[in-house]
């Protein structure tokens, strides 16, 4: 078949769908309030959660680094890549999530694909949640164990399948926070239930570190579940972070099979040390500035509070997270567009991302919004969905 015939079928069907995905070009940093198309708008699509993506200390810590360090690491950490910015990183993050060591990845992504392919191959099984990230699905195909989705957080579910399998090496994998709903697992039943049928547990804690936990350490601090009850455990640094990359964190042992066995980690050029020298900072701030978090979760309840006012249902959520489940794809674009126009910019969430007839508009607050911000989003949210006749629940 030829190549653009095949192509141009497949943009049409999607473009039929509904579903083609454009991408906008924004003039001004990632912050509250930003520039799209050279007008103002209120940022409400970002995971900067903390606000530090544009904070000073954190872009002068990075220049610094540029100046001293260059700009890029020029090799993978195994060959001549891995900077003494990165093993201080690495150290300081083990610390800062309790456990004995960490280790760098050039996204989340990779983070998952190198871990689970690492320790997972055919004759193997992983359960996940139904909606797990899916990076975590597509790590799980390609290790070639089994891959068994249970219910969203029906842990009696998974309990009974666990109990019932008779392969010696299992994995359970969840998202602490799930990023299109915004709930939390409950990771100390499922600590619980790994323990008892011998299990390994993995949590991806892309929207939860920084964010929960009195210390900003995430759903691991929020459970207070130690290395061994929680072995293995990655993060994102791009995030509440505001830089880029991820990492893993768990024993000496898994970090040191990681450093032998994962491709994504081995085949990979290491991240530039200014990034790492940069999230050293920002993890610094996290440590330090709990009034980030504080803010935030006013924030959340104020939007909340204004929502149920408003006779808006959001999806039950403790974490920046906040959707509305509009359900029909057209109405959910229309209303977002509308949004954006009138200077909130919002997400409009639609299939393969989330199930078919849960289009959703995603809201994400930061702690750099203010109150006022909040209050312009809930009166021109109201208007919207006034104007197409939804009542989001």
């Known amino acids: 078949m030829n190549l653009e015939a095949y192509l141009k079928e497949q943009l049409a069907e999607r473009q039929t769908a509904g579903l083609m ?3 906008d070009t924004f003039h001004s940093p990632q912050k509250a309030s930003r520039l799209i198309h050279n007008q103002p708008c209120i940022n409400f699509s970002s995971n900067d959660y903390l606000g530090l993506a544009n904070d000073s200390r954190v872009a002068k810590e990075m220049m610094q680094a540029i100046k001293s360090h260059g700009v890029g690491s020029g090799a993978s950490h195994l060959t001549s890549g891995h900077h003494v910015s ?17 280790l760098l990845f050039s996204s989340g992504y990779m983070a998952n694909m190198g871990v689970i392919c690492a ?6 099984a992983i359960f996940h949640d139904r909606l797990n990230h899916v990076s975590l699905l597509e790590a799980g195909l390609l290790s070639g164990a089994q891959s068994r989705r249970f219910p969203h957080l029906d842990y009696e579910t998974l309990a009974r399948r666990l109990s019932q399998c008779e392969v010696e090496k299992r994995l359970v994998v969840t998202d602490g926070v799930f990023s299109m709903d915004g709930d939390q697992a409950d990771l100390s039943r499922l600590s619980s239930l790994c ?3 011998q299990a390994w547990l993995m949590v991806d804690d892309a929207h939860g570190l920084g964010v929960l936990g009195q210390q900003g350490a995430g759903s691991a601090e929020s459970f ?5 009850e929680l072995p293995i455990l990655m993060g994102t640094l791009g995030k509440a972070f505001g830089t880029a990359g991820a990492f893993v964190a768990g024993s000496k042992q898994l970090i040191e099979t990681l450093i032998q066995l994962s491709k994504t980690y081995t085949y990979t050029t290491a991240m530039p040390p200014s990034i790492a020298q940069a999230t050293l900072v920002s993890l610094g701030i996290i440590q330090s500035e709990p009034w980030r978090r504080d803010h935030l979760a006013s ?9 149920q006012s408003r006779g808006i249902t959001v999806m039950p959520s403790v974490t920046p997270i906040q959707p509305l489940i509009v359900g029909n794809l057209e109405q959910t674009v229309n209303i977002c567009e509308t949004l954006r126009r009138s200077g909130c910019w919002v997400s409009a969430i639609r299939p393969p991302t989330v199930p078919k007839g849960t289009s959703r508009i995603r809201v994400t607050l930061t702690a750099e919004h203010q109150c006022a911000d909040v209050d312009t989003l809930l009166v021109e949210l109201e208007k919207a969905m006034e104007l197409y006749h939804v009542a989001a629940g």
Request: some cysteine; overall charge neutral.
């Open 195 to 197: 323990q008892t049928h």
């Open 86 to 102: 990165h093993q201080a990183l690495e150290e300081a993050l083990a610390e800062f999530t309790g456990r004995e060591s960490a």
């Open 21 to 23: 995905r454009t991408r």
């Open 119 to 124: 320790l997972m191959k055919k004759g193997d």
């Open 224 to 228: 207070h579940l130690s290395q061994d």
């Open 299 to 307: 924030l959340m309840e104020r939007f909340r509070t204004g929502c």
